[in-house]
C-alpha cells in the first residue's frame, strides 16, 4: 500500500474513532443522585412488646404444716419472685391467699394476704420518623442532548441537584438518627418503669409470705376452695373485662378423698371454675407418667373437666430449679398467648 492511500485509511479510522466517542459522550446521561453522606448511620428504633390486655392472677399457697415443714414455703418464693415479673404485664390484678383451714370461714378477707394492681404505665406513642426528602433532579426528565455544550450543560445541572441530594440525605439520616435515639431511650425508660412497678407487686406478694407464721395441719380444704375462689374470681373478672383469669395453685393438692364427687365434699354444689386457666405446680411429684402422680393427676384433671376450666396445666417438680422456672414461665405464657390446651 502506497503512503498516500495509507494516510487516507488511518483519517478516516481516525474520524471514526472521534464519531464514536462524541456519540459515547452525548448519548451517556449523568446519573442524578450521588452516594448518600455517611456522617450520621441508619438506626433502628426498639420494638415494644406489651400485646396483650391485663389479666388477673390468684396466686393460692398450700398453708400447711407439713408443706411448711418441707422447705417450700421458701421455694415457693423463689419461684414467684424469678418467674412473676418475666410474666405480669401493666394493669394485671394479683391476688394470693392461703390454702388452709381459713377457708372454711367463707370470708375471702379471711385467705388473701395481697390485693394489688400492676401500675398501668402509658405506652410511649408509636414511633413516627422524619418526613424523607425528595430527591432533586432534573424536572423535565433527562433529554439527551444533542450538541457537547447542551451535555456539559445538563452535567453541570446533574452535578449540583447530586451535591444537594447528598447534603439533603445527610440531613434527613442525622434526622432519623435523632428521632430514634430520642424513641429507643423513651421505651427505655418506660421499660423501666414498667419492671419497677411489677416488682412493687411482686415484693409484696414475697413480703406477705414471709410474714406468715401460723400453718394449719391437713387435711387441706382443697374442694371448698375452688368453689369459694370461682365464685370470688368471676365477680373480679366480669368488672373489667380481663383477657384471662388465672388461677395458680401451688401444692400437692392432697385431700381426704380425692376420689368422691365434689357435690358430696361440698354441701352449697360442685365448684364452679368456667372460664378460668387452672395451673397447679407441685414439689412432691417429679412425673406425672406413673405412680400416685399420675393418678392423682387424672383424677384432678377429671374434677376439672367437670368444673369446666378453661385449660388446666400440672407442672412437676424439678431439682434443676432453671429447668423448673422455665416450665413455670411457659405454661403461664403459653395461656396468656392462647397457646395452652386442657389438661397438659
Not at 139 to 145: H, L
Not at 275 to 299: A, M, P, W
Not at 320 to 343: P, V
Amino acid at each position: 500500500m502506497d503512503t498516500k492511500k495509507l494516510y487516507q485509511v488511518l483519517t478516516v479510522m481516525i474520524l471514526l474513532m472521534f464519531v464514536f466517542t462524541a456519540v459515547s459522550i452525548v448519548s451517556s446521561p449523568p446519573t442524578v443522585g450521588a452516594a448518600l453522606g455517611t456522617d450520621c448511620p441508619i438506626v433502628t428504633a426498639s420494638a415494644i412488646v406489651n400485646d396483650r390486655r391485663p389479666s388477673i392472677f390468684f396466686i393460692l399457697i398450700d398453708g400447711t404444716t407439713a408443706f411448711f415443714r418441707k422447705g417450700n414455703i421458701k421455694a415457693t418464693q423463689k419461684l414467684l419472685n424469678q418467674g412473676l415479673p418475666k410474666v405480669l404485664q401493666p394493669g394485671d390484678h394479683v391476688f394470693a391467699g392461703w390454702l388452709d383451714n381459713e377457708i372454711n370461714s367463707k370470708d375471702m378477707n379471711n385467705v388473701i394476704f395481697f390485693d394489688g394492681t400492676v401500675n398501668n404505665i402509658p405506652v410511649p406513642s408509636a414511633f413516627v420518623p422524619p418526613s424523607s426528602p425528595i430527591p432533586l433532579g432534573n424536572p423535565e426528565g433527562y433529554v439527551t442532548p444533542n450538541t457537547q455544550l447542551e451535555h456539559n450543560n445538563n452535567a453541570t445541572f446533574v452535578a449540583a441537584a447530586n451535591a444537594t441530594n447528598t447534603v439533603t440525605w445527610s440531613q434527613y439520616k442525622c434526622n432519623l438518627l435523632e428521632t430514634n435515639v430520642q424513641y429507643t431511650a423513651s421505651i427505655a425508660s418506660w421499660l423501666q418503669q414498667k419492671d419497677d412497678a411489677i416488682h412493687i407487686v411482686t415484693d409484696q406478694v414475697d413480703a406477705g409470705i414471709s410474714q406468715h407464721t401460723i400453718f394449719s395441719d391437713d387435711p387441706k380444704p382443697v374442694f371448698e376452695s375452688l368453689f369459694l375462689i370461682g365464685q370470688f374470681l368471676h365477680k373480679q373478672c366480669a368488672k373489667d373485662s380481663y383477657e384471662h383469669c388465672v388461677l395458680l395453685i401451688v401444692s400437692d393438692m392432697k385431700t381426704v378423698k380425692i376420689t368422691w364427687p365434689s357435690d358430696e365434699i361440698v354441701a352449697e354444689g360442685s365448684p364452679d371454675l368456667r372460664g378460668l386457666d387452672f395451673v397447679n405446680i407441685r414439689f412432691d411429684c417429679r412425673y406425672y407418667d406413673s405412680g400416685n402422680c399420675k393418678t392423682e393427676k387424672g383424677l384432678w384433671t377429671s374434677h376439672l373437666k367437670e368444673y369446666q376450666v378453661q385449660t388446666s396445666s400440672f407442672i412437676p417438680f424439678n431439682d434443676n430449679d432453671a429447668t423448673f422456672q422455665t416450665s413455670i414461665i411457659k405454661s403461664l405464657n403459653d395461656i396468656l398467648n392462647g397457646d395452652s390446651a386442657t389438661g397438659n
